[in-house]
Every structure is written in C-alpha cells, then in structure tokens.
C-alpha cells in the first residue's frame, strides 16, 4: 500500500480528492485549510524548527498507513 506525505499545498489536497491515505503537516494556525478527507490525517508540526517529537509523530502516522 502506497501513502502520501506532504505539508498543506495544492497537491496535498489533490492526493486527498483522489482518495490517496496521507499525511499532511500544517503549521497550528493553518489547520483550518486541512483536507476534510477521512482517510488523510492532518498533523500540527513546528514550522520555525525541527522538532524531534514532531518526526516521532509523523513518522508513526506514516508507518500506520503503509502496515
């Protein structure tokens, strides 16, 4: 099973409309522009500084989608 991984842009959205499971990573204040597709999971990430709870996370998510 193939999944996507993207930050919210054009081809974020895309994936989703075309019923692709993802993970898209927002900054907290532009969640609200998330994809409303149930099978992409939308994930609050720092945007000023990589933060390793923040690979944990998306990294989790990710490998749920391709098990």
Request: proline letters at 4%.
């Amino acid at each position: 099973m193939a999944a996507y991984l993207g930050n919210d842009s054009g081809i974020s959205h895309l994936a989703a409309a075309l019923g692709v499971h993802g993970v898209v990573l927002f900054g907290a204040g532009q969640l609200a522009w998330r994809p409303w597709a149930e099978h992409v999971e939308p994930l609050v990430v720092s945007l000023t500084a990589p933060e390793e709870s923040d690979a944990a996370r998306v990294t989790a998510e990710l490998a749920s989608l391709l098990a």
